[in-house]
């Protein structure tokens, strides 16, 4: 029987240095369920924030590979509660092609700085924060500040293996003709090779970047969401549980006030 072929990331994408997680780290991934019911329990406290004045700049949400805008949605009311306007990316499932993707939420981009009259600032989880960067280093015009939770712009294919599953069948997905999807070319060809060096490109000056990680990440190597041009914050959750988990909600609301 002929061993079927599966479709690997360029060797440029995991730099050295940078490993894959083990299966112990995935694992830990578990404790998102934790950390659901603690913002569970947060939500059903009344806002601690609420009162305030509106913040004039937007806030546009961009959701990681193999989620949608629906990901961010405790981390949009915890921002709204705080006087923050928040907008989606329009991303409702994110697995294309990461270029289209910058497209798009450029457009998008465009849209509510129109709207409000000013630059937004950008949150992006894990593929959203990298999506994030690249936008901002394409459009610092648009872009007020930037917040990423769990990106690993350093070396995106340092991943746990199940993630590299799920890009394999994306490609294989796209071979067989489906529309819309990330092809081969986005994952070991030069359309990777764009992606990547444009998440390495020096940002603006003066542009606030704060690099939310956490050494409990079970997805990717959190050493590659050390972007040197941005202030780092740890804080404890897992990959997935970024999304949800209170101190990482409150990590960005420090990082986005910080911000001038």
């Known amino acids: 029987m002929t061993a079927v072929s599966v479709t690997q990331a360029a060797p440029f994408l995991r730099p050295d240095g940078f490993v894959r997680p083990p299966l112990a780290a995935l694992l830990r ?3 998102v369920v934790g950390e ?11 806002p601690q924030h609420a009162g305030r004045s509106r913040h004039p700049a937007p806030v546009v949400l961009v959701p990681g590979f193999f989620a949608g805008d629906l990901t961010l949605a405790a981390l949009a009311r915890t921002l709204r509660h ?3 306007r928040t907008y989606r990316s329009g991303i409702g499932l994110n697995v294309g092609c990461t270029l289209d993707a910058v497209a798009q939420l450029e457009q998008r981009l465009e849209g509510v700085v129109q709207r409000r009259g000013g630059p937004a600032y950008l949150v992006g989880h894990s593929l959203g924060g990298m999506l994030a960067r690249g936008l901002a280093v394409r459009r610092p015009d648009l872009v007020a ?3 990423t939770l769990g990106s690993p712009m350093l070396a995106p294919g340092a991943h746990h293996l ?3 599953a799920g890009v394999d069948l994306l490609v294989r997905l796209s071979r067989a003709g489906m529309p819309g999807l990330m092809a081969e070319e ?3 060809g030069d359309c990777a090779r764009e992606s990547f060096d444009s998440s390495r490109v020096p ?3 003066g542009l606030p970047f704060t690099a939310v990680y956490s050494r409990r990440d079970g997805v990717v190597d959190w050493r590659a969401c050390l972007d040197p041009q941005a202030q780092a914050v740890e804080v404890g959750a897992s990959h997935v549980g970024m999304a949800v988990d209170p101190s990482v909600h409150r990590a960005v609301l420090r990082a986005l006030r910080a911000a001038p």
């Open 29 to 31: 991934e578990a404790s």
């Open 36 to 46: 659901s019911l603690r913002y569970a329990v947060a939500a059903g406290r009344p």
């Open 82 to 84: 705080a006087g923050y």
């Open 145 to 147: 500040g930037l917040v």
């Open 162 to 164: 199940s993630l590299a």
């Open 186 to 188: 986005c994952v070991a």
């Open 203 to 205: 940002l603006a000056a």
